[in-house]
């Protein structure tokens, strides 16, 4: 079946660093990824949606400055977050819809900024 | 807008049958997705169904989807201690649109 992979599933880091995540889809290709997020004892929200080739759009509430969406190949999309705080600490999670099929997610990335 | 309701809790006996309820409010939903969390872990699929399903079973897994009330339940039989985990609902419109999630269940399993 398809594989989303996502990279890396856990990291720290400081406060004011920024922070890069990577989701490939590693047999298909996919022009649109989703990024989501999860707080603790929260759901899943949508963030954003990662489109090839062109920008990203965020959900409301979102900053775009912040949360960079970077879509440069059909199957690599990399959310980074810039001057992290410990209020970005979540867990992170992508996924691609496969055409025709249903959606694959990344296995996630739990972030703590300390 | 699109939302997805469940309790949030549930608590069974092990051995017994688990069933996990969820409504939806768009109708044009497609697809309809059980995922399981554990703590501190990422999102594993338990099962979907498409919208022109009426069940679907997988082993100890059968998913019930009344179209008409926007209901879907999962049975998960003889529940078992590895079976205590949060289960999220989520649906979707067409395969590229995002999911839209419930908040979860977390059911706990009593030995």
């Known amino acids: 079946g398809a594989v989303v992979s996502q990279h890396p599933s856990r990291v720290i880091c400081k406060s004011g660093t920024s922070v890069k995540i990577e989701c490939r889809s590693l047999d298909f290709q996919a022009t649109t990824m989703f990024w989501y997020r999860q707080f603790p004892k929260q759901s899943l929200m949508l963030m954003a949606t990662s489109n090839e080739g062109s920008k990203a759009t965020y959900e409301q509430g979102v900053e775009k400055d912040k949360f960079l969406i970077n879509h440069a190949s059909l199957t690599l999309s990399t959310l980074t977050v810039t001057s992290a705080h410990p209020e970005d600490s979540s867990f992170y999670i992508c996924s691609a819809p496969k055409q025709g099929e249903r959606a694959f997610f990344g296995q996630g990335t739990r972030l703590t900024v300390v | 807008g699109e939302d997805v309701e469940q309790s949030l809790f549930l608590s069974v006996r092990e051995g017994d049958s688990s069933v996990i309820n969820c409504t939806y409010t768009?109708?044009?939903?497609?697809?309809l997705y059980w995922y399981k969390q554990e703590p501190g872990a990422g999102l594993q699929l338990l099962t979907y169904i498409f919208s022109n399903m009426d069940m679907k079973q997988d082993q100890r897994l059968t998913v019930l989807l009344n179209k008409k009330d926007k209901h879907l339940s999962l049975r998960i039989a003889d529940t078992q201690t590895g079976d205590s985990a949060i289960y999220f609902c989520?649906?979707?419109?067409?395969?590229?649109?995002?999911?839209?999630f419930g908040k979860g269940t977390r059911l706990s399993v009593i030995a």
């Open positions: 768009d109708s044009s939903s497609t697809y």
């Open positions: 989520a649906e979707c419109v067409s395969g590229n649109t995002p999911l839209v």
